[in-house]
């Protein structure tokens, strides 16, 4: 049998053994999805028996080096999904420098784990903002493929279509919040779930007594974010700038006031 299926970590996740990738997937920071945010991890897991023995992978393991070993076996490739008239498309240049193999063989399954920030296309750039990718798992047919008369009729392939989105942080409105307790400032993302954010709330000049809030709120799995603060001691009309960035989004800035609690 022979499949695959795209999934996401944050940026900063760097797994190195299958009880790392069920961790994750058990924090909910391992989520199938076909919106990768450019910059975070993006994981093709492919499913594909036999091949154990090519890794030596009974154990569960990185197995990186030998997955991108001149073998024969099988080929894996990132293409350009849909590249421009009279354009050719373009690859991703893969290898151990920018993605992470890691196999648990007992269950035929190998995790190709890409880092889309550091990863190049095969004309030297980074993969651009809300661009379709192509990821394409071959596996030859090892009798043909060892003779003279090889039919790639007899090989085995899985495709999996996804897009590389922008990565990008809101924060909602309302802006102002109540001078009382629990008060939420929340927004959305494109990063992937489980990804920290990090955000401060300053007062702004003219506000006395000064104030600083800060926070990290984790992103989750519908790729939301919320925090609470407590309000209740400051004072109606006081102002503030509302700060967040985490992962590879760019910060974003909004200003709001402190009004009378209802």
Do not use: C
């Not at 944050?10 to 910059?39: F, Y």
């Not at 003279?148 to 409105?173: G, P, R």
């Not at 954010?197 to 939301?224: E, H, N, Y």
Request: net charge negative; proline share 3%.
């Amino acid at each position: 049998t022979l499949g695959s299926t795209m999934w996401t970590l944050p940026q900063d996740a760097n797994p190195s053994d299958i009880n790392d990738i069920t961790e994750a997937g058990a924090e909910g920071e391992l989520v199938e999805t076909s919106e990768i945010a450019n910059g975070d991890m993006v994981v093709h897991k492919i499913e594909s028996t036999g091949l154990e023995g090519h890794f030596d992978a009974q154990n569960e393991e990185d197995v990186t080096d030998r997955f991108f070993a001149d073998h024969g076996v099988y080929d894996f490739s990132i293409e350009q999904t849909n590249p421009g008239a009279n354009q050719n498309d373009w690859e991703l240049e893969l290898g151990a420098d920018n993605t992470t193999v890691i196999a648990d063989g007992d269950n035929d399954t190998y995790y190709v784990i890409v880092d889309t920030e550091s990863v190049k296309t095969d004309d030297g750039r980074s993969i651009p903002d809300n661009e379709g990718l192509t990821a394409n798992f071959t596996v030859f047919n090892r009798e043909d493929y060892l003779s003279a008369d090889f039919d790639n009729d007899e090989d085995e392939t899985t495709e999996v279509d996804y897009e590389i989105v922008e990565s990008e942080l809101s924060i909602e409105e309302p802006y102002d919040v109540s001078n009382a307790a629990e008060q939420t400032i929340h927004g959305d993302t494109t990063l992937a779930p489980g990804t920290e954010l990090r955000l401060r709330i300053r007062s702004m000049d003219g506000t006395s007594p000064s104030f600083l809030k800060t926070s990290s709120p984790v992103v989750q799995g519908d790729r939301t974010w919320s925090t609470d603060f407590d309000f209740s001691e400051q004072s109606v009309g006081d102002t503030y700038e509302i700060v967040i960035n985490g992962g590879s989004a760019a910060e974003v800035t909004e200003d709001g006031e402190v009004v009378e609690a209802v």
